[in-house]
């Protein structure tokens, strides 16, 4: 059962961003196209991306919930998108900071890692506050500066970039990387001189 649950989630999200709130913005694709693609289409959906970042809520998703974790979503979106030009919205960070407040979760240590205990009062506002305070630890903090949008035009997704040279281009190389180095091999094949007995009179 968690084997498929986990198979539907990376069937239906890009689940492949290091931070996790960067991960949310993603759940909004092709960000720079005419057409976005809504990923969060349902509470249902929230539910299953949640689980698939660990934060899986012991109740269900509600309309509500949904709306709440899209605003977060944009939120976090906006104030990234700026921070990569030195520039802040105020707007942006009072949501950032009233989700920070949501519920309250605790890091928990299980295995070496760092996890998150969500109360039984509302484990959905939990989700949220742990993801605002990664989006608020990643914009202002340590990795302020090293925040970037994805240098494929379609997407322009987040991402940090902690790389030694700080010249990482794409939010993920197995996705917009790929597509790139397809693209540029297609482009040299096209502008290939053809050989002499290929060309017909």
């Known amino acids: 059962m968690a084997s498929s649950i986990a198979a539907r989630a990376h069937e239906a999200f890009r689940l492949d961003n290091d931070r996790l709130a960067f991960r949310l913005t993603a759940t909004l694709s092709d960000r720079g196209s005419d057409a976005p693609q809504e990923r969060l289409t349902d509470p249902a959906r929230l539910e ?18 949904l709306s709440r974790a899209i605003q977060l979503r944009e939120a976090i979106y906006r104030a990234g998108f700026l921070a990569t030009r030195g520039e ?100 040299k094949r096209q502008t290939l001189p053809r050989k002499e007995e290929d060309v017909t009179v």
């Open 48 to 65: 299953l991306w949640l689980g698939a970042c660990e934060l899986a809520p012991e109740r269900d998703a509600t309309d509500a919930d």
């Open 88 to 187: 802040r919205d105020s707007t942006a960070e009072r949501q950032l900071n009233r989700s920070a407040a949501w519920g309250h979760p605790v890091p928990n240590l299980q295995h070496g890692r760092r996890t998150w205990l969500l109360t039984g009062t509302d484990s959905i506002a939990d989700s949220l506050a742990v993801i605002a305070r990664d989006a608020i630890d990643v914009i202002g903090g340590a990795q302020e500066g090293r925040i970037k949008v994805c240098s494929n035009a379609l997407c322009l997704g987040l991402f940090a970039d902690t790389s030694r040279g700080a010249n990482r281009r794409w939010c993920s190389m197995n996705t917009c990387g790929n597509r790139a180095k397809k693209a540029r091999i297609r482009g």
